[in-house]
């Protein structure tokens, strides 16, 4: 109390809110080990002003279509990195988002978190609270006290909700940016292929024209015709000398891992995956790999209405080979199957020595994405 009989509010939850609102730019400018640690900081902050010991923050990954670990507090790293789920298996995040509030769960949590998580020893009672903003469901923070019972205040429940808020807006800044550099990225190409487009085709064009003429070519004009094909060729070398960097999708596992969690928590169809034995994804292929198939999955899931998804793993004649098929492309639609996103992941492609295509494979609604990049020599042994 103070001399004037008003009580003394402590003023660390709002220091703290100060503290992290500051590291917005750190978490967005420090790729995803700045973000890590913002989210990081954020779980630690909900356990220090509220009776919370451990906290985990959970966020819906788009490219994905996956609920995946972005930050924690309390927990063993090995637990929280491998959590993985989806909205439907989980009720009790689904109350929070729709109900925007904190939700608790106490006693028996089957039929509020996935099944797998259910029986995990040492959580008796967990609270969920909404990470959203706009309307828009970004994920949840998982808390509890240790295993230990506990009854909420209505000033924590206002302090984790306000914190929900804070990584919302942490996740929307982090969602812009990646748009924003995905259409700068989308430019640079057009700009390439427009220029590819004006200085290669318009010369080659013309000596198409030429050679392909009934007269006879004197042997000016076809040194001219051979001119103008090595100085097409030394435009094609310039226009494709440009850096042009492929988005980076880093899921924090390899491609064999980030099957795995798919198999186990894809929101959409049944995944069936076959990775032929003895093969390893080359090094250098591992985020080219990933793009490809989050392109192939969110082609599927914008383009065609699939039963299933098959994806297989292998090598053939000396290449790695990532093949993606979806059985929900109608016979009317076969020709509009494909995005923006698979041609850019083409050209990524094209710029590791590899090649992309994508299409109908002849049988019934099926429609095909696959990856094929020479082997090193030590890879193909």
Not at 193 to 205: G, T, W
């Amino acid at each position: 109390m103070s001399g004037t009989g008003h009580t003394v509010q402590s003023t660390e939850p709002l220091d703290t809110m100060v503290e992290l609102l500051s590291g917005l730019d750190a978490a967005g400018d420090g790729g995803d080990g700045g973000r890590q640690a913002f989210y990081d900081r954020l779980c630690e902050a909900m356990c220090r002003l509220t009776s919370m010991e451990r906290a985990g923050l959970l966020l819906y990954q788009e490219a994905r279509r996956l609920v995946v670990p972005a930050g924690t507090h309390g927990f063993g790293s090995d637990l929280i990195h491998d959590v993985h789920g989806t909205l439907d298996e989980t009720p009790i995040a689904q109350r929070a988002l729709a109900e925007n509030r904190v939700v608790e769960v106490s006693g028996d949590l089957a039929g509020q978190v996935p099944a797998r998580y259910a029986q995990l020893p040492g959580i008796t009672k967990i609270t969920c609270t909404p990470v959203s903003a706009g309307g828009r469901w970004l994920g949840v923070i998982f808390a509890d006290r240790g295993g230990e019972p506990f009854d909420l205040t209505d000033r924590e429940r206002h302090t984790m909700w306000t914190l929900g808020k804070t990584a919302a807006l942490a996740a929307s800044a982090r969602i812009a940016a990646t748009q924003h550099e995905r259409a700068r990225l989308l430019a640079e190409r057009v700009d390439l292929a427009r220029e590819v487009h004006e200085r290669v085709m318009q010369r080659l064009f013309g000596v198409s024209l030429v050679l392909g003429s009934e007269a006879s070519l004197t042997a000016e004009q076809r040194q001219r015709c051979a001119d103008e094909i090595q100085a097409a060729v030394a435009d094609l070398r310039h226009a494709l000398a440009r850096p042009v960097a492929p988005p980076q999708l880093d899921t924090g596992a390899t491609l064999r891992e980030e099957l795995q969690r798919l198999g186990a928590s894809y929101d959409g169809p049944p995944l069936q995956i076959a990775w032929d034995d003895g093969v390893e994804v080359p090094r250098q292929v591992e985020q080219l790999s990933q793009s490809v198939l989050a392109e192939a999955l969110r082609n599927a899931h914008k383009h065609a209405e699939p039963t299933r998804v098959d994806v297989r793993v292998t090598t053939q004649d000396g290449t790695f080979v990532l093949e993606v098929v979806n059985d929900g492309v109608e016979s009317g639609r076969r020709g509009r199957g494909a995005g923006m996103g698979l041609r850019l992941a083409a050209l990524d492609a094209l710029q590791s020595g590899g090649v992309v295509d994508f299409g109908p494979t002849g049988g019934d609604g099926e429609w095909r994405v696959r990856l094929v990049v020479p082997l090193a020599a030590e890879d193909a042994r």
